[in-house]
Structures are given as C-alpha cells and as structure tokens.
C-alpha cells in the first residue's frame, strides 16, 4: 500500500480507510487569521486522547502569532493563543507543545508578556504551573519545556535550573499534594 500525502499541509484524521482534515493551511482560524502548517513541527503536535479529541497548536498566517487547538466532534476550538490573557494578567505571546489528557485538559507550553512556563487548560481556565525564576527546592528554574500530562493531571516537564543541570520535574494537582 502507498500512501500520498494529503494536500495542503494540516492535520488530518485516519479513521477506518478515511482522511479527514482537521485543520489545514490557509483555513479559518478559531479566534482569527488562518491556520498555517508552511514549517510544521513536531512541538505543535498533533496529540490525542482516548476519546479521540485531538490538541494541537499551530501558527497564524499573522506575523509571529500562535494557538493551541482542540478538534473534536468534527469542531475545532481554540483554547489559547497570542493576545490571549495569561493568569498573570499578562499577554500571551507564543504557545505550542500540547498534551491532552482523558478528561480533555491540556497542558501547554507558554511565553507570555511577563514570563516563560508551563500552563495548564481545564474547563476553560487556565492556571499557571510553573515559570522560569520559580524556585523547586534548593534551584531556581531557567528554561523550561515539554510538558507531558497524564490522565490523573500529573505534569512532566524538562526544566534548566540555576546551578548550571537540567531535569525532569512532575508537578502533582493541588488535590494531590500532601
């Protein structure tokens, strides 16, 4: 069996012998401008549940501006993007690196106007889970990237720290904390 690519660029559903776009360059963009895909990047995804709903994010044919994504039910949403208010208060300026879990939460990868992090998307609020600058025990952290969200909410995260290593961090929900 061969498979030819789909055309434009997008991201695309693979289901029982069918293709069925999702979302494609030059189409409407929930929240504005259109969708591009030109440069497509594995750190914009496309990540899926069990359930099928499927988080992305993708770049806007407006200079320098970005969104996260979810497609569901043959509907595409946008969950954040540039411009977009951060629980700081600040701007969004870029997001990408998406992670779904079975509840449809989405943790992401942020800039804002004011700082660098980790944020995570449930019913529709967003809430900071770490930022460049805050401490983790002894080491303040740097650059941090890549979250990875489990179903029960944990939050896998690469993160630089100020004594010069790097790691792995888990952040557990509040309700799980001791």
Do not use: C
């Amino acid at each position: 069996m061969t498979a030819t690519p789909p055309d434009p660029n997008g991201i695309y559903s693979y289901s029982n012998g069918v293709v069925t776009p999702l979302a494609v360059t030059g189409s409407p963009a929930p929240g504005g401008g259109n969708l591009s895909f030109v440069n497509p990047s594995q750190r914009f995804g496309p990540v899926m549940n069990d359930s099928g709903t499927t988080a992305f994010a993708a770049a806007l044919d407006t200079a320098n501006e970005s969104a996260v994504y979810v497609s569901a039910n043959n509907t595409l949403v946008r969950i954040v993007g540039t411009g977009g208010i951060a629980p700081d208060g600040s701007t969004f300026v870029m997001v990408d690196s998406p992670s779904i879990n079975a509840s449809g939460d989405i943790a992401f990868w942020g800039i804002t106007s004011s700082e660098l992090g980790i944020f995570l998307s449930s019913n529709g609020v967003i809430t900071k889970v770490v930022a460049s600058g805050d401490v983790i025990g002894q080491n303040m952290v740097g650059y941090i990237d890549y979250p990875l969200l489990s179903d029960t909410g944990h939050i896998a995260f690469f993160a630089m720290v100020n004594n010069g290593n790097s790691a792995i961090f888990l952040a557990q929900p509040r309700d799980q904390q001791e």
